[in-house]
């Protein structure tokens, strides 16, 4: 399927030719009563009585028990690293996932049943605009967990090939290309917009525990929105939240804080779900980081694909900043729009 925006199908991304703590301060020391002011400290006869010793330092406070989890990027980022401390621990993934849930259980249609399928994915703060790259990076930690790729690699293949000038990427195709180099995975470029015959296949994707890299228009909450492509921004998804008519017979355990919310059962063969029809409106909620929060999000596939859809312009901001940026032939348009990257290890079957 064919968007407005979108350009002729291209033929797959061709595989790459090459695989001090400050000391503690002590109260000066206690002087006799009615002692002259002296231009030198008064010699040991003068004084009426001996300087009593500084009183003993204060005990250390008692530790909470809260340290900080690592979160990458924000070694250099001392705003963020400051906002995190006093907003308390960041939970887990799964407590996470699970937080944000209860926090819109209202939204959940009630006349259905919903299954979570959710991958764990580590967040990283984003330095600059390098959106995509990060996203690329937090979706590498599934596609090879155990040799995985810094950023800063990620970052210069991208430079060397001619992708990014200072980290933005705003090709797809690029990023595809980007994808199978440094992360040696299978890379499919999803032309034609999240909607119609791709739909089923994207979420299949994300059933199957896969990532998905989207581009769309990012609004202050970081949320999408249609910006024609003016707040241009790259968001991972690896989860998808599902509301089922009726809920398969095998394979799927209950949640025992939200009644009606379903998870797969670990080690256990399960029926796949069928998937709701596209008519079906809040239906089906996309689960995704960016590289501006270290927290999940949960998305409404709806206005994700909408957004996707018009990314059209490249911003009036960008253009007149000064700076240098890699903008594909046909802008925006040719390189964004309507587009997504599906992204399997080497070894997964299609």
Known sequence: MISPCSPSLEPPIPPPQTPASQAPIIPPSLLPPNLPELAFPPSPSSLQTPIPPPPPLPPPPPTTGFSPPHVFGLE?????????????PVPRSREDVKRLLKLHKNRFRSDLQWILFCADLPSLIQEGPQCGLVALWMAGTLLAPLSGSPLERLVQ????????????????????????????????????????????????HLVAGHPLLIPYDEDFNHEPCQRKGHKAHWAVSAGVLLGVQGMPSLGYDEDPELPGLFHPAPGTPRQPPSLPEEGSPGAVYLLAKQGKSWHYQLWDYDQVRASNLQLTDFSPSRAADGREYVVPVGGLRAGLCGQALLLRPRDSGH
């Open 157 to 204: 293949v991208a430079m060397e090939r001619g992708y990014t000038a200072q980290g933005e990427m705003f090709s797809v195709t690029d990023m595809g290309r980007l994808a199978q180099e440094a992360l040696g995975c299978q890379a499919e470029v999803l032309y034609g917009g999240l909607g119609g015959p791709n739909r089923d296949h994207v979420l299949q």
């Open 76 to 88: 250099k980022s001392q705003l963020l690293k400051e906002a995190l401390e006093r907003a308390g």
